[in-house]
């Protein structure tokens, strides 16, 4: 079989899902992937990010990181999703790029891709577990193949034991809990998977 073609689909408003999808990306290729790294549409307006250093730091780092559409999970064979809680779900800009893909989906075209999904929340207790839920519940209705990093690498435990996607407590430092084992094994088994 060819190299496996992986999308990573990421929201970020502050650099935590953007650094774990960078994370992700150097993974899966060094696991031999062909990777598409991608960013859903920003819903809010920018203008705001002057007073949240965060966002005006993410906002400039992704600069050159092309904005997800339909074809990138069509071409992909794997999707990797990372998305920040909000609110116990996934954050709106993930949901209406999700919410957009009717048409592929009603052409059969988003069937059997092996998928994956991250989060992130600025404290424990979050709702992340939720977010990547919320996420998952999509990919069944697409008839999609779940790849959950389950108990599978001791840097899952290190990351903070969640089994259904790595998760991260994000703080204005990075993140509280050490989780780029974690993902950077999710993203391996992902791609090992779908070979």
């Known amino acids: 079989m060819s190299n496996?073609?992986?999308?990573?689909?990421?929201?970020?408003?502050?650099?935590?899902?953007?650094?774990m999808a960078q994370w992700a990306k150097e993974a899966a290729e060094a696991a031999g992937a062909e990777v598409?790294?991608?960013?859903?549409e920003e819903l809010l307006d920018t203008a705001g990010a002057k007073d949240n250093p965060g966002w005006?730091?993410?906002l400039e780092d992704s600069k050159d990181v092309e904005v997800a559409t339909s074809d990138d999970l069509i071409w992909a064979d794997a999707v990797l999703f990372s998305?920040?809680?909000?609110?116990g779900d996934m954050a709106a800009q993930m949901k209406f790029f999700l919410d957009g893909q009717g048409g592929p989906w009603s052409e059969g075209k988003l069937a059997n891709k092996y998928v994956s999904a991250m989060s992130s929340a600025q404290n424990n207790n979050g709702g992340q577990e939720q977010t990547i839920h919320a996420i998952y519940t999509v990919m069944m209705h697409w008839g999609a193949i779940i790849v959950p990093v389950g108990y599978t690498d001791d840097s899952v435990f290190a990351a903070g034991g969640n089994p259904y996607g790595t998760t991260g407590t994000a703080?204005?430092?990075?993140?509280?809990?050490?989780?780029?084992?974690?993902?950077?094994?999710?993203a391996k088994r992902?791609?090992?998977a779908a070979k």
């Open 190 to 192: 992902l791609v090992e």
């Open 83 to 87: 998305a920040p809680t909000r609110f």
């Open 36 to 40: 598409r790294l991608r960013k859903v």
């Open 4 to 19: 496996v073609k992986l999308s990573i689909i990421y929201y970020s408003q502050t650099g935590h899902n953007f650094q």
């Open 56 to 58: 005006a730091k993410y």
């Open 171 to 186: 703080t204005r430092e990075g993140f509280a809990n050490d989780i780029e084992g974690a993902v950077r094994h999710q």
